[in-house]
């Protein structure tokens, strides 16, 4: 149900104003302006209790506790302590900048050792601007040497706004609607897990069996920019601006969960989300010691009113300021030293070119066009999707593979990289040190990708998701109606339970040279379901043939995975049957990507190499099978298959 509208708009925003901020301190309350916005905080606690705006007395949702509207939040373990969920409240208030342009506010819980609560010292901030229409928060997490072991499984910002105002939600582009009401949710029948509702009695019949999920609406850290929602009858827009990914868990390719019903509105800086416990990021040790700063990140409020479709054009300066913002990081007006500035930082430059002849036989080198290169904590190759703990800078090259990554804090890095389309990760054999005005240029680097001869054959690309594959329409009555027909159609609720109905009996046959993978490989390797909780393993076929076969080598099969969740694949070649699998992936993955809309998780590269006479002249047949067969959601999406000849010498 989109409703955006393509009509001729003019924006009208609340003009800047040139009045100076203030700041009123009350029993119990902190109270910021500047013309545009009015913030209020509890006093010790740091809770953003209200939010006025634009005739709105509070955006926020006062049907809620004053601690359940604006607040961070910490899910966290030790081992006496399983999943903790603590609202992180200040026990110190202190005003740390105070002029005509610029307030800075703390509110910070400190640690006592003596109590089992979360052992962490953390220092929120929040910021107000002159003339800007919004408010900045962020917050300094630190540990000591002495402290206990623990865990920190999601960390993050949330707003609760009023229901009955914001009802409009706003993702991307393509990704926005009028929404269903947690009302709507209530009545509706749950299905495989509780975040999934089909909506069987909401109040507007237009949601009547609609499938309503959290996790349909989340995006990759690199895309997950900005944010909202929209109230119609104010014309009012609510969004989160997140400027940069430095702070963020795993990379640019890790997925997080953004705006959903509530209405909720999310900056989420560390989750297990589309990773599971694979994501060693943010476990310590006893007496590890540790500091990050998340954050800032902008909540921006707009107006329009004019047009009587607001939602296009706010939509439109809200992405407008997120470009700003972006723009000015890393920011100049935080006061805290453990955020530098811009002139406290450094930058690094070079050229990433890509040594493979097979892919480009008249050239044994060449640029390696829009690969994501970046610098993160050291660490082995592709280690930075499980980092958390430190920070992650990251840029894309041009075509003739340049980059340049500027902003980034003075430390210890590996430079790691990856491009779409080809196999395998990328690490600098060198350490990088950033020092403060640092200015490095690495020159060429070439990437080698893992490779043993010509390609023989091959399924899918290799771009670490398997958004290429075959992926089936929804079940019509349990849909969403937004991703009918839309880029994202793996968005849609239950896809896993079509590959039985397209495989009841047989398991997938993929025929290099006559199949499609687009059309006839599945986008995961699901279990079959044969009664409500009891499922069985499947095994998948890919037949091909060979005219000769070359003895006395060993032929190399690429695999990579774009998920698993407590999966385990055996490979046989031409035995099916073999008391023993020759190749196996282990025991892997917690991702939880298939059953949450991720059309990718963590990437898993393996690499077989196949002796000669496990194949023979004519059809062979490869094997794969996924044995974990738990539930629906044990399962595997591949990313990209390849066969290699050995090379004649």
């Known amino acids: 149900m989109y409703l955006g509208s393509s009509v001729t708009y003019k924006l009208y925003l609340l003009q800047p104003t040139t009045k100076s901020i203030k700041l009123h301190i009350y029993n119990g309350y902190v109270v910021m302006g500047n013309g545009l916005i009015k913030v209020t905080l509890s006093n010790p606690g740091g809770m953003v209790t209200g939010i006025e705006y634009n005739g709105i007395d509070n955006v926020l949702d006062v049907h809620q506790k004053e601690s359940r509207r604006g607040y961070w939040d910490v899910v966290w373990d030790r081992p006496s302590i399983k999943g903790a969920f603590e609202q992180i409240q200040g026990t110190n208030f202190k005003v740390i900048a105070q002029d005509e342009d610029k307030i800075e506010l703390s509110f910070k819980k400190t640690y006592d050792h003596h109590d089992t609560s979360l052992p962490l010292n953390i220092d929120k901030r929040f910021i107000m601007l002159r003339g800007e229409s919004g408010f900045y928060t962020y917050a300094i997490f630190e540990r000591l040497e ?65 499938v309503d999920d959290k996790y349909q609406y989340s995006k990759d850290n690199k895309d997950n920019h900005l944010h909202g929602w929209i109230c119609p009858k104010n014309k009012v827009g609510f969004w989160v601006i997140i400027p940069s990914d430095e702070f963020r868990t795993g990379g640019p390719f890790k997925q997080e969960l953004t ?89 690094v430059n070079g050229r990433l070119l890509i040594n493979d002849r097979y892919i480009d036989p008249n050239r044994r080198q060449f640029p390696a066009k829009s690969a994501y290169v970046g610098l993160a904590p050291p660490g082995d190759e592709g280690s930075w999707q499980l980092d958390g703990k430190g920070y992650q800078f990251w840029n894309q090259t041009d075509e003739q593979g340049y980059f340049n990554i500027t902003g980034i804090r003075q430390g210890n890095y590996n ?39 010509p390609t023989l054959w091959e399924i899918g690309i290799s771009d670490r998701t398997a958004a290429e594959f075959y992926i089936p329409d929804p079940i019509p009555s349990l849909r969403n109606y937004l991703f009918d ?70 032929y190399t099969l690429r695999l990579a995975l774009a998920s698993a969740d407590y999966a385990h694949l ?43 006479y496990m194949l023979v002249q004519g059809r062979n047949t490869i094997f794969l099978k996924q044995v974990h067969a738990l539930t629906a959601f044990n399962g595997i999406m591949y990313d990209y298959l390849r066969l290699e000849e050995p090379l004649e010498f």
Request: glycine share 6%; proline share 7%; no cysteine.
């Open 570 to 612: 055996q490979i046989r070649v031409n035995r099916e049957n073999s008391p023993r699998p020759p190749f196996s992936t282990g025991g892997l993955g917690r991702d939880n990507a298939i059953a949450r809309h991720g059309i990718h998780g963590l990437y898993w590269p393996f690499s077989f190499d196949i002796p000669w």
């Open 415 to 453: 430079l790691f990289a990856w491009v779409p389309t080809v196999f395998g990760d990328y690490k600098y054999e060198a350490e990088i040190e950033i020092k403060r005005g640092s200015e490095i240029n690495l020159g060429n680097l070439v990437f080698t990708p893992p490779r043993n001869g």
């Open 259 to 347: 705006s959903h019903v509530g209405p909720t509105a999310l900056a989420v800086f560390d989750s297990h989300h589309y990773a599971g416990e694979t994501l060693t990021g943010l476990k310590f040790k006893k007496g590890e010691p540790w500091k990050k700063v998340f954050g800032p990140v902008f909540i921006y409020l707009n107006s329009n009113s004019d047009s009587e479709e607001p939602h296009e054009a706010l939509w439109k300066d809200a992405k407008n300021q997120m470009e700003i913002e972006t723009k000015r990081w890393p920011y100049d007006f935080p006061v805290s030293i453990d955020f530098p500035h811009a002139d406290q930082r450094g930058s």
């Open 485 to 554: 027909n839309h880029t994202d159609k793996w968005r849609q609720y239950g896809l896993w339970n079509q590959y039985a109905d397209l495989y009841p009996n047989q398991d997938l046959l993929y025929t290099v040279g006559v199949s499609d993978y687009s059309k006839d490989w599945f986008f995961a390797h699901v279990n079959r379901k044969v009664s409500d909780n009891e499922f069985e393993p499947t095994t998948w076929r890919i037949q091909f043939d060979l005219d000769n076969v070359i003895r006395g080598r060993s």
């Open 146 to 210: 002495d402290w206990p072991e623990f865990h920190i499984g999601e960390a993050r910002v949330a707003f609760k706004l009023r229901e009955k105002l914001f009802n409009y939600m706003a993702v991307s582009d393509t990704i926005q609607r009028l929404m269903p009401t947690n009302y709507d949710r209530e009545r509706g029948h749950r299905l495989d897990y509780k975040e999934a509702v089909v909506l069987t009695r909401p109040k507007d019949s237009r949601f009547e069996g609609e």
